[in-house]
């Protein structure tokens, strides 16, 4: 079995940021995968499982509403290893080209009343909500974000020569 792009990136040297994680051309169009990386793995603490689903919730609405993004948006969701998320995008801009909006989509957190769609009927576990977490968590990465807009670190990721962890173990979580 072939190990998949992401898996070349070291894991252990990935600090928070928006990478590029694949680009796939779709009969002549660039549909580009981002890495939106919150917290640092294997390093620090994922980030709250419930506060994730809301996350989840509250910026795939803000994405889908945004007047001036909404229809360059094809996915928002979260890494299985919670620490981040997937975002896909027509096209192929550089990260630092969407820092802006995702600051803004963090910022948004801050002001959100209520978890959007945690009706029976519009989500998969409307119990596994947290808006206070995920305020917390948001404020969090949007300030990182902000200061570190400059800080070309936050877009690069580290990559290994190896497909496999130190000890030899391959792995298949992002
Ligand atoms: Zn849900």
Same mark, same amino acid.
């Given at each position: 079995m072939d190990l998949i792009? !992401?898996? !070349?990136?070291d894991h252990t040297k990935i600090v928070p940021g928006i990478f590029e994680s694949r680009v796939d051309d779709i009969a002549g169009n660039k549909i580009t995968t981002y890495d939106v990386r919150v917290t640092r793995p294997n390093i620090e603490p994922c980030v709250d499982v419930s506060a994730m689903h809301s996350l989840e919730h509250i910026i795939a609405t803000f994405l889908r509403n945004d007047p001036d993004w909404k229809d360059e948006v094809i996915y928002w969701g979260p890494m299985g290893c919670l620490t981040g998320f997937y975002l896909i995008l027509k096209g192929n801009r550089a990260p630092k080209e969407i820092v802006d909006l995702l600051i803004r989509a963090f910022d948004s957190v801050k002001d959100s009343e209520e978890v959007p769609g945690v009706e029976p009927e519009n989500c +998969?576990? @409307? @119990?596994?909500?947290?808006l206070v977490y995920a305020k917390w968590y948001a404020a969090k990465f949007a300030d990182y974000l902000k200061s570190n807009k400059d800080n070309d670190a936050i877009y690069t990721y580290p990559k290994? $020569?190896?497909?496999?962890? $130190?000890? +030899?173990r391959q792995f298949f979580d992002s």
């Amino acid at each position: 079995m072939d190990l998949i792009p !992401s898996f !070349s990136v070291d894991h252990t040297k990935i600090v928070p940021g928006i990478f590029e994680s694949r680009v796939d051309d779709i009969a002549g169009n660039k549909i580009t995968t981002y890495d939106v990386r919150v917290t640092r793995p294997n390093i620090e603490p994922c980030v709250d499982v419930s506060a994730m689903h809301s996350l989840e919730h509250i910026i795939a609405t803000f994405l889908r509403n945004d007047p001036d993004w909404k229809d360059e948006v094809i996915y928002w969701g979260p890494m299985g290893c919670l620490t981040g998320f997937y975002l896909i995008l027509k096209g192929n801009r550089a990260p630092k080209e969407i820092v802006d909006l995702l600051i803004r989509a963090f910022d948004s957190v801050k002001d959100s009343e209520e978890v959007p769609g945690v009706e029976p009927e519009n989500c +998969g576990n @409307c @119990c596994m909500h947290n808006l206070v977490y995920a305020k917390w968590y948001a404020a969090k990465f949007a300030d990182y974000l902000k200061s570190n807009k400059d800080n070309d670190a936050i877009y690069t990721y580290p990559k290994t $020569e190896r497909l496999a962890t $130190e000890d +030899g173990r391959q792995f298949f979580d992002s």
